[in-house]
């Protein structure tokens, strides 16, 4: 009866998209450091299809609940010129992600907002990952990340890939957002 219960069980989440996670920003700023530091195992490396550009997916655990993620080709804009951006531009609209995460260099972060500013309006729920703090510090400078947060409306965890700081912050933003509602995980 119990193995019954717990196969029916595992049915049921067969047929449910696992929560899907985005990893997406401009080329060189921490992206596939994130994603192993998401992942760790489980990794498959694959062109994305018609195009000879990788795109990695991997899955994350948190909590006892896997999600999947995806390591975007570097982007400027969601208007495509290269390649790369017209692969991430396809995988955000095609893939429809549950969440992305676009992480951004601190140092730079003026240069990058814009393209937080699209990602937001696309509709898709978006977490800003503000990487390199290391750097911003070591440069003397700082980010009062609640009012950042607050202006763009939209969570926002600063990390350091290199270290893993702030990585397990993320996972439970993460957790919160997509595993916490039931809801969200469904959409298709
Ligand atoms: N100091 C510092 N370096 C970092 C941090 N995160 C990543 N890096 C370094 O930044 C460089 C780029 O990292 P990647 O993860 O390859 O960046 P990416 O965004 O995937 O780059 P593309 O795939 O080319 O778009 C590497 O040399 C990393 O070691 C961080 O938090 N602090
Ligand atoms: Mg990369």
Not at 35 to 55: A, C
Not at 133 to 150: K, N, T
């Amino acid at each position: 009866m119990a193995t019954e219960t717990k196969r029916q069980g595992r049915a049921q989440r067969g047929t449910r998209r696992k929560p899907t996670v985005l990893i997406a920003g401009n080329p060189n700023v921490g992206k596939s450091m994130l994603f192993h530091k998401l992942t760790g195992r489980y990794v498959t490396v694959s062109n994305y299809p018609g195009t000879t550009v990788e795109v990695l997916r991997g899955q994350m655990r948190w909590r006892g609940q896997e999600f999947e993620v995806i390591d975007a080709p570097g982007m400027y804009s969601l208007i495509p010129i290269t390649e790369e951006e017209r692969v991430a531009r396809r995988i955000l609209l095609h893939d429809k992600p549950d969440l992305v995460l676009h992480v951004i260099d601190a140092k730079n972060l003026a240069r990058m907002l814009p393209l937080t500013a699209q990602l937001i309006e696309m509709g898709i729920p978006v977490v800003v990952v503000l990487n390199m703090m290391d750097e911003l510090e070591r440069a003397g400078l700082s980010i009062q990340v609640e009012a950042l947060q607050q202006q763009l409306g939209v969570p926002v965890v600063p990390t350091v890939c290199l270290t893993g700081q702030g990585i397990n912050n993320l996972k439970e933003l993460i957790y919160e957002r997509l595993a916490a509602n039931p809801d969200l995980s469904a959409r298709d």
